[in-house]
């Protein structure tokens, strides 16, 4: 038990740890934990989200063009964070409690979720008082006893990664999935990750139908020393260029088998090599340069 947490007198009465978790039955379950010294609550999840509705959009936002996606895509993709109607009750009390705490406790989940409500938390009560994230990971009075001796400070980059999530789920779910509903079939829900994988295989496939093969030819050789008698100096080169123009090779082709526009490459057919082999073979070669890499 805990009966010996810190207190001060607060507005003529004893102010006590306010600990926030995220549902009732934990918080329940940790009040007993904890004992009279504490006043446990809980969000009863999330208490801040982007409007589900255009009744939700403040008064101040409603002639704005992106109120309806509650993002603001032109100002670094900017949420507009509500509170539900379902949630302002709670939200009252968080308050009404927060009045005679004398430090809180953000005791929410330690996942990404659970790192935003505690963000949200802080954000929408504002508290004037010391605010300390506590994490757990299982509720026994061992491990409450551990969280409550060592708080930390939120974890920002969770909080960043969440934000992120929400925003491209409410960017693809909320445009995309009408359009899953009018083609495919109601009820149907665009994701953020299936979306896009899913326009990546579609565009992938397309252009494997738009996709006409195209035929070229290079020359590679076996080369040897002069002279080298049975010691093994011999090597192999690939024709890189003719009469100072470069061959072609599979990267100068568009996907419809045609040369890209602007390569200026000399495109070798079998006849060209076959005879260009003819007249190389018995000639002379030297090495002009080495480059080391």
């Excluded at 947490?5 to 009040?31: D, H």
């Excluded at 953000?106 to 008082?129: M, Q, S």
């Excluded at 969280?147 to 909080?159: M, V």
Aim: hydrophobic share 45%.
């Amino acid at each position: 038990m805990f009966d010996n947490a810190p207190t001060c007198r607060f507005r003529g009465a004893v102010a006590k740890p306010l600990v926030i978790v995220e549902s009732p039955a934990k918080a329940r379950t940790i009040a007993g934990f904890l004992g009279s010294g504490y006043v446990v609550e809980s969000s009863i999840g999330h208490i801040r989200d982007l409007p589900r509705s255009a009744a939700e959009v403040p008064a101040e936002h409603k002639g704005e063009s992106w109120a309806r996606l509650g993002i603001d895509v032109d100002n670094q993709f900017k949420p507009l964070y509500v509170v539900p109607r379902e949630k302002k009750e709670q939200v009252a009390k968080l308050r009404r409690l927060l009045k005679d705490a004398s430090e809180v406790y953000l005791a929410t989940d330690e996942d990404r979720e659970g790192e935003a409500i505690a963000w949200h938390l802080r954000e929408v009560l504002n508290p004037k008082v010391p605010v300390r994230r506590m994490v757990f990971h299982e509720i026994t009075a061992a491990a409450i006893d551990r969280a409550i001796a060592a708080p930390r400070d939120l974890d920002l980059r969770r909080i960043d990664a969440q934000e992120t999530r929400r925003i491209l789920d409410r960017l693809y779910g909320y445009e995309v999935s009408p359009v899953l509903w009018k083609k495919v079939m109601t009820g149907l829900s665009a994701g953020r990750v299936q979306s896009v994988a899913t326009r990546m295989v579609v565009e992938r496939e397309r252009a494997r139908m738009r996709f006409r093969s195209a035929q070229w030819w290079n020359l590679e050789g076996t080369f040897a020393k002069a002279g080298a008698g049975n010691e093994d100096v011999s090597f192999d080169a690939t024709l890189v260029a003719l009469d100072g123009r470069r061959l072609a090779t599979g990267r100068d082709f568009a996907e419809n088998g045609e040369l890209s526009a602007g390569a200026e490459v000399v495109v070798l057919d079998e006849a060209g090599a076959g005879a260009l082999v003819a007249d190389l073979d018995g000639a002379d070669f030297a090495v002009r340069a080495v480059e080391r890499k």
